[in-house]
């Protein structure tokens, strides 16, 4: 007998999102409105709560509800790219400068979760970058060798000393690894859900269920119609990454949504080491839970245009086939799996490649942080104390140029 799959993110069934709301009615003016509540929506108004400035959190669904709880938990350092292929395409002062941002923001929400002791399963036990091919073999052992000239400390598995670390028998396309020691999982929800809890006991004004009609600068700030009636405020966050453009018209043809799909298993007997593992340049990645449960996503390459410009939340039976599929074939020793949930996750890609983080050209009054082009977790929580920092001071130490809104008009 075969169960049916839940379609909602396996995450999102340990928390319960629809606390993260208050009871108050929603203020006609704010100094600060965010609109958009995953993890750079959150980590802007934990960083604006900690400096005293008044806000106003807005999310057309439950806080937290988007790809910041539907992605796989995983903690990356870096880009989807192979370094090698990165610097190729980009050079390597740019290539750093993106993996330095990574890392910083990753350092600095692993020192937020203990610091404010948020219980969200969090492991940093490093990262596999399994090869599926000798060409990608190639890549990876490039990629460890140019990672360790810059000073980033990075090591060669190869196929012998990855199948003693599996103790199973190893699948016959994987070959050698890269393994990076800095990375991390984590259950996503339990994040998003411990920072609004969080901002909720400091009496933070957060909104779930506001629907944004129009956005207009006038000469004091800018006015908000939603659902809920009229918002004026100083300073405005567009956080909304895969969905900004349908805030902004700045955002089109810059960040363009993609739909991401995800699989989860029930609790298996065996384990695989607690880290998180990544194969076939990126488009295959998985971690096994505390629980021993399989989170799993992927397979974007075997959909029609790669998902590029989905918005439809339902999962794409094909997809999950696929998924399923892999994971019978790559962990056949730990057959049979029972599938239970299936969902999807929408990103944000920019058209370069580069997260977009600033001051929108010309403007003064509004700013935004997005277009992560899938690795929002290890971007976004930097970006949000970023924003905040502009918005407290004018100004940031962070080097984000390469970033700037504005490069799109050069």
């Not at 003693?164 to 050698?176: I, P, S, V, W």
């Not at 029609?304 to 997809?319: N, R, S, T």
């Not at 929580?381 to 490069?407: C, D, M, V, Y």
């Amino acid at each position: 007998m075969t169960l049916p799959i839940a379609e909602i993110s396996y995450w999102q069934t340990t928390v319960n999102l629809a606390k993260l709301r208050n009871s108050r009615p929603l203020p006609e003016h704010s100094d600060v409105v965010i609109l958009g509540g995953g993890i750079t929506g959150l980590s802007t108004a934990c960083w604006l709560q900690q400096a005293g400035i008044h806000f106003v959190l807005l999310d057309q669904n439950w806080i937290g509800s988007g790809a910041s709880s539907r992605n796989a938990g995983l903690l990356l350092a870096g880009t989807a790219e192979h370094f090698v292929r990165l610097v190729a395409a980009v050079g390597i002062s740019e290539a750093k400068i993106l993996w330095d941002y990574s890392i910083k923001n990753n350092s600095l929400l692993e020192d937020f979760i203990f610091q404010n002791k948020i219980d969200c399963d969090f492991r940093k036990e490093g990262s596999l970058f399994i090869a599926s091919s000798e060409s990608e073999a190639n890549e990876l052992l490039e990629s460890v060798k140019l990672l360790r000239q810059n000073g980033y400390g990075s090591e060669w598995l190869n196929r012998k000393e990855l199948r003693n670390l599996f103790h199973t028998e190893l699948y016959e396309n994987f070959g050698g690894a890269r393994f990076y020691e800095k990375d991390a999982t984590f259950n996503p929800a339990k994040l998003v859900y411990g920072m609004g809890e969080l901002l909720l006991k400091q009496r933070a004004r957060l909104f779930p269920g506001v629907k944004v009609h129009t956005i207009s600068e006038t000469n004091d700030g800018v006015t908000i119609q939603t659902s809920r009636g009229q918002l004026d405020c100083h300073m405005l966050v567009l956080a909304a990454n895969g969905y900004a453009s349908f805030l902004h018209p700045y955002f089109q043809q810059k960040i363009e949504p993609v739909r991401g799909q995800v699989i989860a298993t029930k609790p298996v007997s065996k384990t695989i080491p607690p880290m998180a593992m990544l194969t076939n340049f990126g488009y295959e990645y998985w971690q096994q839970t505390p629980g021993r449960q399989f989170i799993m996503g992927g397979m974007r390459w075997s959909a029609e245009e790669a998902d590029v410009g989905k918005l439809e939340e339902k999962p794409d039976p094909k997809l999950r086939e696929n998924l399923q599929n892999f994971l019978n074939s790559a962990f056949a020793d730990f057959r049979p799996f029972t599938f239970t949930h299936n969902w999807t996750g929408i990103m944000g890609f920019s058209v370069d490649g580069f997260p977009i983080i600033g001051k929108l050209p010309g403007r003064n009054t509004i700013l935004t942080a997005g277009g992560y082009t899938g690795h929002g977790m290890s971007f976004g929580f930097l970006s949000g104390k970023i924003l905040a920092g502009i918005i407290k001071s004018g100004k940031t130490e962070e080097n984000i140029q390469l970033f700037s809104p504005g490069r799109f008009l050069v």
